[in-house]
């Protein structure tokens, strides 16, 4: 009897009891829609474990705590808080720049509008993370630009002081990022591409001046860093075209052959690194229409290594025969035949150490017959240097085929970018041409060194330095770029204190022909 009541008050006390996990299994807390929910797990189970059982489905944003690869213990507490992602799209007015531009064919203090201004827009695409109905972040994920701003021109006067030149042809050049256009005289110009953004990588008439070929610079942050275009300077409507060229640094130029219109460039890869690129050593060919489009586009060399200093780059020249070019890189200057392309090593090179970031290329300039080619070379060391820090650098004259060499002006500096003048004809009926080319003043320093304007005869006779006058400034490192011919080779052109100069070169004499002091380029052409 004492047993069975026992017995009995056992029953009833273990009956009183709420729930206990079995053996081997745990207890937890769900947390989740303002709900708590208790389930038990085995033990050793993880926060996802838990979820499954208790048939909570978790969003891509859903946050839950702990993590869900964390492992529970009895009387855990797991939260998720529902969150909620979505995108907004917002318009932002984008106000027009103002630039000004300072015009010496107008009066000194009158000013024009050149261009309205008018306003972009832009499209801000935002992630808005909501967690519980109450947003908890918001970030931009992408910006398009609906409509581009035009920026306000204003062209300000800015009259120069010396007397109008007669100006044969065309004579271009780049100032303050602007292309302008010098025809009939110095007084007669106009803007023909006012977009602010010319970098001076390139600017190049075609062989009958009506196209022009310049490089325009892209934002900070652009996959491209520039971007090759031109434009017809004889239509006063005209606007600029596209070429599809890109990221081009070392050349860019017209064909000769004035019936068509060829434009060849090379091109380079940008790089975070210095000097900003890694050169493709490439060359394309692009045939325009009559209207500027591109008619065709052809790989002429694809990209390859270069050479010695190949990362820096390879230039080139055409021939006045349309048919060939000349290369030139640190290691040596060859040919291409156009018509079956691939570089033919015409003359080596002893590449020069900068011990910098840059590497020293020739300037080269052909000949009118297209047999001659006036380059310079890296000269033999003045003592016990290794060949390759030699600072001598001398003009000399390679003829083709063959490659022998003809010295003509010894220790003219690495910069005296020669440039040979047009065909000229003689009374005799015999044809002739000069050479124009830069001299250092201190020649063993010339990577630092002023330099002069010098001219010769072809054969490098009758040679004379012609500007800038004796006891004058040289002509800065900054400035230091071949000299533009005249279309009848009276005169040429070049860049001196910050403006476009024309140079008279029996005389010597040189005059002006800008005066904001922000010329960066120029060419002349029929």
């Known amino acids: ?26 207890s937890v807390t769900i947390a989740v829609d303002d709900t708590q929910r208790e389930v038990s797990i085995p033990a050793g189970s993880t926060v996802q474990s838990a ?32 969150r909620i992602e979505r995108f907004e799209i917002e318009q932002r007015v984008m106000p027009f720049a103002r630039q000004t531009i300072r015009n010496e064919g107008l ?13 972009g827009l832009e499209e801000i695409t935002s992630r808005i993370l909501e967690e519980e109905g109450e947003e908890i972040s918001r970030q931009a994920v992408q910006r398009t630009l609906a409509v581009e701003p035009m920026p306000e021109i204003i062209m300000v ?20 990022g602007n292309a302008w256009v010098m025809q009939g005289s110095s007084a007669n110009r106009r803007p023909v591409a006012v977009s602010g953004d010319l970098d001076g990588q390139v600017f190049k008439l075609s ?30 409507d005209a606007e600029a075209l596209d070429t599809g060229g890109r990221n081009v640094v070392h050349f860019a130029d ?43 586009e052809e790989q002429l060399l694809p990209s390859n290594s270069g050479g010695q200093y190949g990362w820096w780059g390879t230039s080139f020249a055409w021939a006045p025969d349309a048919v060939h070019m000349a290369y030139a890189r640190a290691d040596q200057v060859g040919l291409i035949d156009t018509r079956e392309p691939d570089f033919e090593p015409l003359y080596p ?72 003048s047009p065909r000229q004809i003689l009374d005799s009926g015999e044809m002739a041409a000069q050479v124009a080319f830069l001299q250092a003043y201190t020649p063993l320093k010339s990577e630092t060194s002023a330099y002069r304007l010098m001219v010769m005869d072809r054969d490098g006779s009758n040679l004379r330095s012609i500007f800038p006058a004796s006891g004058e400034a040289g002509i800065s490192q900054a400035e230091l770029a071949p000299v533009a011919w ?41």
């Open 1 to 26: 009897m004492k047993r069975s009541v026992a017995l009995l008050l056992l029953v009833l006390t273990t009956a009183c009891v709420s729930p206990r996990a079995t053996a081997g299994t745990i």
């Open 51 to 82: 979820l499954d059982v208790a048939g909570v489905q978790l969003g891509e944003v859903d946050r839950v705590e702990p993590a869900v690869y964390a492992v529970l213990t009895e009387g855990s507490v797991v939260s998720v808080r529902r």
């Open 107 to 119: 009066p000194e203090g009158e000013t024009r509008l050149l261009q309205a201004g008018s306003n």
């Open 157 to 176: 006067g800015a009259q120069a002081a010396h007397s109008p030149l007669d100006i044969e042809g065309t004579l271009a050049y780049l100032s303050g």
């Open 207 to 236: 062989p009958d001046g009506r196209w022009l070929a310049f490089t325009r610079s892209h934002p900070e942050g652009e996959a491209d860093f520039n971007s090759l275009w031109v434009i017809d300077i004889e239509d006063p």
């Open 254 to 296: 017209w064909s000769p052959n004035a019936e068509v219109s060829v434009l060849a460039f090379s091109t380079v890869e940008p790089r975070p690194s210095p000097p900003g690129w890694q050169a493709n050593n490439d060359l394309v060919l692009v045939t325009l229409s009559s209207a500027g489009r591109v008619l065709r």
């Open 349 to 420: 090179l002893e590449p020069f150490l900068t011990g910098s970031d840059w590497a020293w290329v020739p300037g080269l300039a052909w000949a009118p017959n297209s047999r001659t080619l006036y380059l310079v070379n890296h000269g033999t060391p003045v003592a016990i240097e290794e060949s390759g820090a030699s600072p001598v650098f001398d003009l000399v004259a390679v003829n083709w085929p063959g490659g022998s060499a003809l010295p003509l002006v010894s220790r003219t500096g690495m910069f005296a970018y020669p440039s040979a």
């Open 486 to 526: 005249s279309p009848s080779a009276a005169r040429v052109t070049l860049i001196y204190r910050g403006d476009l100069w024309v140079v008279d070169v029996a005389s010597g004499t040189g005059q002006p022909v800008t005066g904001d002091g922000l010329a960066l380029a120029f060419d002349w052409k029929p």
